[in-house]
């Protein structure tokens, strides 16, 4: 039987090149379903791994399988993001981004060369596990419909033999050399919501011949508030937030129309199909209450994230076997969005966070900021663990 000691050795063989192709990605990013550069070097590396089971999805997307012993046991899938985001990078660092504009912001660097790794490790133990491991490469995490929905839409995860899919993801909140488990509903569903609101514009000293859009959209914003506030149970997460309000007029000018955007997210399927009725009827209502008109557009976005409690509860013990139960943390409800929670509605999945903060080092920063980086040492342990956690599930189930 393989043992984490081994794991632990064949990650710290690779953690070199693990690096090195993080750095490369890093400093070559890409957006969303554009990563053709960064598909090409994950499709060259695993042919070099000697994987032959390779196919293209969902555009830019890569699905690779590795094959042990009795190959029809139990299939376990591996998940890693390719894109960055529209983010100018300001770091001094070695393998800054040199495309202007463009960043790995979000870690999505750190998820695919750990996932190369584990590929990797994988290989040199193919002939000591049983079962098949599959590697999804995904497009377009960052932009909707997200990678992810696209990738079950073609059938990159419909497998007879599946158990269930992991996914890891970098927290700059927790230290390095640490990893972060949650149980149950863990991130929420994300939503945007575009409202145009439509008046009768004109010369503000003459509000009486006006129907006046921008006093209509501050109703509409103020009565919204009552959507979580007196509709949701106390009990379910839920935010509704706006952060664009566009009114192109002047000090004396009334314009005929105003924008607003904002986002609506929960942890609950059935409450948020009624959240979206409610938001709908409050803002055509008031409008209309008002004068004036206000078109709704919704845009669906992620589902929200549950991780399944026995998966999760093997990865936390294999982790706690692997790093020792002092450096794993309990992670709370997090109310931002990923598209693997699409994967989280088809099959048994766990979404974890790898930490990655060093306050030595002064890496602190958040994702999706503009000085975001990471401790490299947390990519020796990302490969290994992902390896060793999808080892213990083709044991396990």
């Known amino acids: 039987m393989i043992t984490a000691i081994q794991i632990k050795a064949l990650a710290k063989k690779v953690a070199p090149e693990v690096v090195e192709i993080r750095r490369h990605i890093h400093a070559n990013p890409e957006l969303s379903f554009q990563e053709h550069e960064t598909s090409k070097l994950v499709l060259e590396t695993l042919k070099g791994l000697g994987i032959t089971s390779i196919k293209k999805i969902a555009g830019t997307g890569i699905i690779a399988?590795?094959?042990g012993k009795n190959p029809?046991?139990?299939t376990f899938f591996l998940r890693?993001?390719?894109d960055a985001l529209p983010i100018l990078e300001t770091n001094d660092i070695p393998y800054k981004s040199k495309n202007e504009g463009i960043m790995h912001a979000c870690g999505h660097d750190v998820h695919t060369a750990c996932l190369l790794g584990a590929a990797s490790i994988f290989m040199d133990i193919r002939d000591q596990f049983e079962g098949t491991i599959k590697l999804v490469f995904q497009?377009?995490?960052?932009k909707l419909p997200g990678g992810a929905s696209m990738v079950i839409k073609e059938g990159g995860i419909?497998?007879?033999?599946?158990i269930g899919i992991l996914g890891q993801h970098v927290m700059p909140l927790i230290p390095v050399g640490k990893v972060g488990f949650r149980e149950g509903m863990?991130?929420?569903s994300?939503?945007?919501i575009y409202l145009e609101v439509e008046g009768t514009g004109g010369h503000a000293a003459l509000p009486e011949k006006l129907v006046d859009p921008v006093l209509i959209a501050s109703h509409i914003i103020i009565a919204l508030q009552q959507v979580v506030s007196r509709n949701n149970a106390p009990g379910k997460p839920s935010v509704l937030s706006f952060g664009r309000f566009i009114a192109e007029g002047a000090t004396n000018i009334i314009p005929d129309k105003v924008n607003i955007s904002g986002t609506f997210r929960t942890m609950d399927e059935e409450w948020r199909k009624i959240a979206h009725e409610k938001i709908r009827t409050i803002c055509e209502h008031t409008a209309l209450g008002m004068g004036g008109r206000c078109h709704v557009d919704i845009q669906v976005g992620y589902p929200?994230?549950?991780n399944d409690p026995r998966l999760t509860q093997l990865a936390r013990n294999s982790a706690e076997a692997y790093l020792g139960a002092e450096n794993i943390e309990e992670l709370p409800l997090w109310m931002g969005a990923e598209d693997f929670s699409f994967y989280s509605q088809e099959m048994p999945a766990c979404f974890y966070r790898l930490g990655t903060r060093n306050e030595s080092k002064g890496i602190t920063s958040m994702v999706h900021t503009s000085t975001f980086d990471i401790d490299e040492e947390a990519l020796e342990i990302g490969c290994g663990l992902m390896a060793w956690i999808g080892l213990k599930a083709l044991d396990t189930f």
């Open 80 to 82: 890693a993001d390719l």
């Open 139 to 142: 497009p377009g995490e960052e």
């Open 190 to 192: 994300a939503d945007e």
């Open 158 to 162: 419909k497998d007879s033999n599946a």
């Open 186 to 188: 863990y991130m929420a």
């Open 72 to 74: 029809e046991k139990a």
């Open 65 to 67: 399988a590795i094959e």
């Open 304 to 306: 929200y994230l549950e």
